[in-house]
C-alpha cells in the first residue's frame, strides 16, 4: 500500500535556526512528489514538484530535494512568517492514481 | 496557477442537516476534486467530479452521503447528507495545474470549515 510518512509532527525554531523536515515515502512508483503550504484556516498552497532522485527546487528560504525513499525540505535562517503547516504528497504508479497525503510538520518559528 | 473560491467558508450545523458546499474555479476545467481534513489527519479523496458524467467516489464515500453536482466546467458543488459531529472537517476543493495529466499538480480552494454539533 501507498504510504507517506512526515516527521517530524511538529518542530520549533528560533529565527535564524535552519532546519529540515522529512518526508519518506514507499509507492510501487513514482511520478512525482508535491510539497505543500497550509496555513491555519486556509486550504494547501502549492509549493514545489520534484520528479527524480536527485532533483532540487528553491524558493526564497525553502529548497525541496528527493531520493529514492524520501523528500527533505530544507529550511533557511526561516523567519516567522515561515511558521505553517508543511505537507508532503505523492503521485504514485502505475496508472492514473489518486495523490497520497503525509499528516504534515507543524513549523512554529519563534523570532 | 486557477483561482479557487469556497462557499460558505465556515458553518455551524446540527445533526442530521445537510450543508452544500460550493465550489467555484476561475478557468475551465474537465476535473475536480474533493477533499476531506480531519483535525490532526492528512488530507483525503472524497471524490472526483468530471463534467458531464456522475463522480467517482473512493472507498468509504458514497453518493447518498456525499452528493456532488458538477453542472459546468468552472463549479461544482459538494453536499454533505444527514451530518453527525463525525462530519465535522474542512471541506477543500481541487483542481490540477492547466495542462498535467488528472491527478499531477492540485491547487487548492481555501476551504470550509464544518462543525456538526
Known amino acids: 500500500e501507498d504510504q507517506v510518512t512526515q516527521s517530524p509532527e511538529a518542530l520549533r525554531l528560533q529565527e535564524g535556526e535552519s532546519s529540515s523536515l522529512n518526508c519518506s515515502y514507499t509507492?510501487?512508483?513514482?511520478?512525482?512528489l508535491f510539497w505543500y503550504r497550509q496555513d491555519p484556516g486556509k486550504g494547501p498552497e502549492f509549493l514545489f514538484t520534484?520528479?527524480?532522485a536527485g532533483e532540487e527546487k528553491e524558493k526564497e528560504r525553502l529548497k525541496a530535494t528527493l531520493t529514492k525513499k524520501e523528500s527533505f525540505l530544507h529550511i533557511t535562517a526561516p523567519k516567522p512568517e515561515d511558521s505553517a503547516t508543511y505537507l508532503c504528497a505523492v503521485h504514485p504508479f502505475p496508472g492514473f492514481q489518486k495523490l497520497v497525503f503525509g499528516t504534515g510538520t507543524r513549523l512554529l518559528v519563534s523570532p | 496557477s486557477a483561482v479557487i473560491s469556497q462557499k460558505p467558508s465556515r458553518d455551524i450545523c446540527q445533526r442530521g442537516t445537510s450543508l452544500t458546499i460550493q465550489c467555484q474555479v476561475d478557468s475551465q476545467v474537465t476535473m475536480m476534486f474533493w477533499y476531506r481534513q480531519q483535525p490532526g489527519q492528512s488530507l483525503t479523496l472524497i471524490a472526483t467530479?468530471?463534467?458531464?458524467?456522475?463522480?467517482?467516489?473512493e472507498s468509504g464515500f458514497v453518493i447518498d452521503k456525499f452528493p456532488i453536482s458538477r453542472p459546468n466546467l468552472t463549479f461544482s458543488t459538494l453536499t454533505v447528507s444527514n451530518m453527525s459531529p463525525e462530519d465535522s472537517s474542512i471541506y477543500l476543493c481541487?483542481?490540477?495545474?492547466?495542462?498535467?495529466?488528472?491527478?499531477?499538480?492540485?491547487?487548492f480552494g481555501p476551504g470550509t470549515r464544518l462543525t456538526v454539533l
Open positions: 467530479a468530471n463534467q458531464g458524467s456522475e463522480a467517482t467516489y
Open positions: 481541487s483542481v490540477p495545474r492547466r495542462g498535467t495529466d488528472s491527478y499531477n499538480e492540485q491547487f
Open positions: 509507492v510501487s512508483g513514482l511520478r512525482g
Open positions: 520534484l520528479y527524480s
